[in-house]
């Protein structure tokens, strides 16, 4: 297997290390897995006039997206929420003035109402982070404050269900939680759930969804007997982005012994489920020759399809596909500097 040449020397720090690693990639990956077909793609930058840095996207009833985005070069901006049509058209931009540029995370249920999560909204205690809402009408409100530390969250029904650093769900407003999620937390970092460590989402009978980054497991929780269980993903996609990985750290350490710590690696870059409990999780690392690779499997860990869609709708390569999204057929990918795609899923995969 070759690799691209990128030139690491000693003197390099840590940190520059963590940036290479992420952009390493065997130059000449197999491609795998059926095309998908392009519905749109969108610049919102562009479109919005101004430079954005995407935080979390949504997909809308309607077969829209939307995105919440901050600026990056002035933080006193206030956030705001950018709607795309199905076609890729800006369909609305919705600033929203009070809140911090802390917010971590949106969700939008099927009312159209937009929750997100403000970690410096103005509480006693000064360490919980609020859960605040904004109907289609743009009135805004405080629904509760979160329990414990906030990874992820989702809102469904009317009710907002919340992971918190320790592992345990919870749902908005109740003073203690549905169930432990995460039990074992040695995989991750000071065992800690981190926002940056996880993807949360709902499943369908009542029962909630997590896949770890790093590691690539799944868990999956029932709140009603509130049980839990982990479970492998025996996905090949997974499993070579595994050992890519490993040799990118291995072939670093050999260019940079003194350091001490790297850039933990993603396989499970983002995963997300569908209304019928169909797991998609994007794969790194992906290359811009073959494109990128999106697994779909079920809540058993066993891989149902492979999906490929091409990365010229991302030709940055600092900023390549990093969110996604599900609903009703289409398949949303999203990139850190607003590059977006909404991709058809042709049907039932195999």
């Not at 610049?43 to 919440?68: F, M, N, W, Y």
């Not at 006193?76 to 076609?87: A, C, E, F, K, M």
């Not at 006693?124 to 990874?151: D, N, Y």
Request: a positive charge; proline letters at 6%.
């Amino acid at each position: 297997m070759t690799f691209t040449s990128i030139s690491l020397q000693s003197r390099c720090s840590a940190a520059l290390l963590a940036t290479a690693c992420c952009l390493l990639v065997p130059a000449s990956l197999p491609a795998f897995g059926d095309q998908l077909a392009l519905r749109f793609a969108a610049d919102l930058a562009r479109l919005s006039g101004e430079t954005i840095q995407v935080k979390a996207i949504s997909p809308l009833a309607d077969g829209g997206l939307a995105v919440l985005a901050v600026s990056p070069e002035n933080r006193s901006t206030p956030p705001r929420v950018l709607r795309i049509s199905g076609s890729g058209a800006l369909a609305g931009k919705q600033i929203l003035f009070g809140f911090s540029h802390h917010v971590m995370g949106m969700s939008i249920d099927d009312a159209s109402t937009i929750t997100l999560v403000d970690r410096a909204a103005s509480v006693p205690s000064g360490s919980r982070a609020a859960f605040r809402t904004i109907t289609e009408a743009g009135a805004a409100s405080t629904k509760a404050l979160a329990e414990s530390g906030v990874a992820a969250f989702f809102a469904r029904h009317g009710d907002i269900f919340y992971l918190t650093t320790d592992g345990a769900i919870w749902k908005a407003g109740e003073r203690s939680p549905r169930l432990v999620l995460i039990a074992d937390k040695a995989e991750f970092q000071q065992h800690l759930i981190l926002p940056s460590a996880v993807s949360f989402f709902p499943l369908p009978g009542e029962r909630v969804g997590a896949v770890a980054k790093t590691s690539a497991t799944l868990y999956v929780g029932s709140l009603e007997r509130g049980t839990s269980e982990r479970v492998t993903m025996a996905c090949p996609e997974l499993a070579r982005a595994k050992q890519t990985y490993a040799l990118i750290a291995e072939q670093a350490k050999q260019h940079l012994p003194e350091a001490k710590h790297f850039a933990n690696p993603a396989p499970a870059l983002a995963s997300t489920a569908d209304e019928e409990g169909r797991i998609y999780t994007l794969v790194s690392p992906y290359s811009l020759k073959t494109g990128a690779t999106v697994v779909q499997s079920d809540t058993d860990g066993r891989q149902a399809a492979s999906l490929r869609f091409p990365l010229t709708v991302f030709p940055d390569a600092r900023f390549g596909p990093s969110f996604l999204a599900v609903r009703q057929g289409t398949l949303y990918v999203a990139a850190p500097d607003g590059k977006v795609a909404g991709f058809a899923l042709r049907g039932e995969t195999r």
